[in-house]
């Protein structure tokens, strides 16, 4: 069996992950002159009240030697692994990524090691990372497995609303003239993430308005594709996600659903508030649906 590896910023619904084996590396969190291992030694609840006092905690790369030891186990325990990474344009994981398998491959040269750029992170990478854990499960070759992978990123889908610019003006994702308008004026952008950038699509007033151009976003990307899984993530705002979610079942009806929180890495980034959908527009040709959670 192949192990698959994910980083703290995909975004799974802890229920779905049980009796499957995923291992998952954290990257940093930095506060008040201190250095956090994302969901070990901070979860989100803590960067919120970090937040809440107008902290803008700081986050970097996963530690070298963190991710060392974690593909090196894998070696040793004669295991191939695919590590599916956060964008490559947003964090310098991918990259050093690629530095430690390289360093490995030497030293484990019988040993398969895949390293793939995700181009994107959060219930995106999740949704990608659910589905090569189930071909895994069901032995098939990692060649198979990455070229799936591949497609998944092609045709995966991120849409974001979020509910106060200041903390994407701080962490220099759109500029203070931006930001201070939609304060004043109750404007909310509406986000996608394009080749491993985060863009602004759109911007509209209030959180109903922003809300209702994500699920009309959704109906119509999923129009070839709605028998499948949607994953709503959110940054504390969990009635809202919910909401999201009936409204998405009501009008996609052959869908299932999963509502998770935003992890602190990119929870720092978007704010509190904040809510993410995330789909395929086509389906990888061994896509597995999964049950509602």
């Known amino acids: ?18 009796g499957h084996k995923l291992i998952t590396l954290p990257l940093v969190i930095s506060a008040e002159g201190r250095d956090y291992l994302d969901g070990i030694d901070i979860g989100i609840e803590q960067v919120y009240a970090l937040m809440r006092k107008d902290v803008l905690p700081k986050t970097a790369q996963i530690p070298y030697e963190v991710m060392k030891e974690e593909f090196e186990k894998c070696c040793q325990n004669g295991e191939n692994f695919i590590y599916i990474s956060f964008s490559g344009e947003m964090s310098g994981c991918f990259s050093l990524a690629h530095v430690v398998a390289d360093e490995l491959k030497e030293k484990y040269p019988e ?5 793939v750029d995700s181009r994107g992170g959060s219930c995106a990478t999740g949704l990608i990372v659910l589905q090569a854990l189930l071909m895994s499960e069901k032995g098939m070759d990692i060649e198979v497995i990455v070229k799936e992978i591949n497609f998944m990123i092609d045709h995966v889908e991120h849409l974001f609303t979020v509910a106060d610019l200041k903390w994407m003006v701080k962490g220099g994702r759109i500029s ?30 209030g959180e109903k308005k922003a809300v209702q151009t994500v699920i009309k976003e959704v109906c119509r990307r999923t129009e070839d594709f709605q028998r499948q899984m949607i994953a709503i993530a959110h940054t504390g705002n969990k009635p809202l996600a919910d909401n999201v979610s009936r409204q998405i079942i009501e009008i996609l009806p052959e869908c299932t659903t999963t509502i998770t929180e935003i992890g602190g890495v990119l929870g720092a980034h978007l704010g509190m508030g904040g809510l993410g959908v995330f789909f395929f527009r086509e389906p990888s040709e061994h896509y597995m649906l999964l049950g509602a959670i």
């Open 176 to 205: 203070k003239p931006l930001g201070w308008a939609g304060s004043v004026l109750n404007i909310r952008p509406w986000l996608d993430v394009k080749d491993g950038k985060m863009t602004v699509e759109g911007m509209v007033r």
């Open 111 to 115: 040993r398969q090691m895949e390293i």
């Open 1 to 18: 069996m192949t192990q698959i590896i994910a980083d703290s910023t995909c975004d799974i619904n802890k229920e779905l992950l049980e």
